[in-house]
């Protein structure tokens, strides 16, 4: 399937950065309804609802998996 934010890229890493993009999204939505515009207001209050679901709400940071080195040491 294919996402229309990838949440896994780890340019979305960053807190900052996902709470920027959400607040953008939701700053041009208060733009739309402030002009009028109900229809591209809904479009991405709609945008804004999805960015912040899977960016805030449901983001999960993949962790780093460590590898132990095996040594033939026995201490």
Sequence with gaps: MIKFID???PFYR???????IVGFCAA???FEFWHGENT??????????YTGCVL???FKPK???VEETK???PA
């Design 40 to 49: 591209w207001g809904m479009i991405f209050l709609a945008v804004t609802a």
């Design 7 to 9: 949440p896994d890229h």
């Design 71 to 73: 040594t033939d040491d």
């Design 63 to 65: 962790t780093a998996v």
């Design 14 to 20: 960053p807190l900052w950065v996902r709470l920027l």
């Design 28 to 30: 041009w939505t208060a």
């Design 56 to 58: 805030i709400i449901f």
